[in-house]
């Protein structure tokens, strides 16, 4: 019996297209899912101009049926940079769909994978005609309702807590209990955010966690690692401005310039279009996907690279999603996040330009 026939309780996936095979290799090398096995590539490429990548390059896409036949995979995943002229549809219909083989865009099986999307791949065309980029109306209005009753019971339950916590920012430095700071909401509208106060006054030196780090009170360091400091944002959700979980809102005075950032991103269509709008067609939230997922930013690639984990959360909202999120956070008020090694976010940052506007960030508390 040929070795792609045996039983396995991997999922074995050959992938059509050299461009996308790498992301997915290095997404599926670099995590813990061991699901999935890649049992080789299509392409119309040489085999001694293609770049060795671990799967084999087991032939053209003119004998795409035939290397269906032989290694009967579970998943088919299509990259191919020029689909319409170029995708053998024929094969993939009759070969693949028809003998109950998943055909999957590729695109889509790495955004599964990673949590975020592909800002570079993303095809604005994509985003207006999807019906499933941002979440139904009944999964806005359950959400609202959920993050209301928890709200309201959590200001009762930690009342106590949030007295003894005002009281040691009192005590620990002067100035104000509460940080009030305008941020950016749901539709693009302000609306004040309410925190404890962790800094010390001074002067701000950027938006980024990292560049004030000297500011930081004895209590405020506490109060950031287990994420206390947020508390008083409940009150943002009783009154309709925030929600339990979403992107964190930004200050508005970052608007203009991650709208800037973010746009021109597109490596495959090339279009002007600025992504970063659409974090605001849900309502932000106290903890987020990647707030879980990513931790602080401390310069504009990493602000890019939590972008791609907000609208990941965007287009996927849903009760188990929120769920996860939640859970996650429960995990980080009660043990604390790791320890960020020099500063950095836990994941490495994808490369961008971003940095060549860094000097145009305004002054403000980091989110």
Known sequence: MSPALLPSFRERVLIVGLPSARPILEALEAGTDRRFNIVGLVDDVEPADAPRLGPPLLGPLSRLAEIVEELRPHRVLVGLSERRRCTPVRALVESCLARGIAVEDATDFHERLVGKLALES???ASLIYSKRFGPSRAQQILARVLSVIVAAA???LFAPLLLVIAAAVKLDSSGPVLFVHTRLGARGTAFKLWKFRTMRDGQRRSEWERDNRDRVTRVGKWLRAFRLDELPQFVNVLRGEMNLVGPRPHPLSNLELFTLVARNMNERTGTPVSYYALRTMV???????????????????EE?????????YVKHMSVALDARILLETVRVVLFGHRRQHDGRALVPATPSAALALSGRVNQGQPA
Not at 283 to 301: E, F
């Open 283 to 301: 309502r932000p939230g106290m903890t987020g996907w990647a707030q879980v997922r990513y931790r602080y930013a401390n310069d504009l690639d």
């Open 122 to 124: 993303l095809a604005p």
């Open 304 to 312: 890019i690279e939590k972008l791609r984990y907000d609208l990941y």
């Open 154 to 156: 959590a200001l009762v």
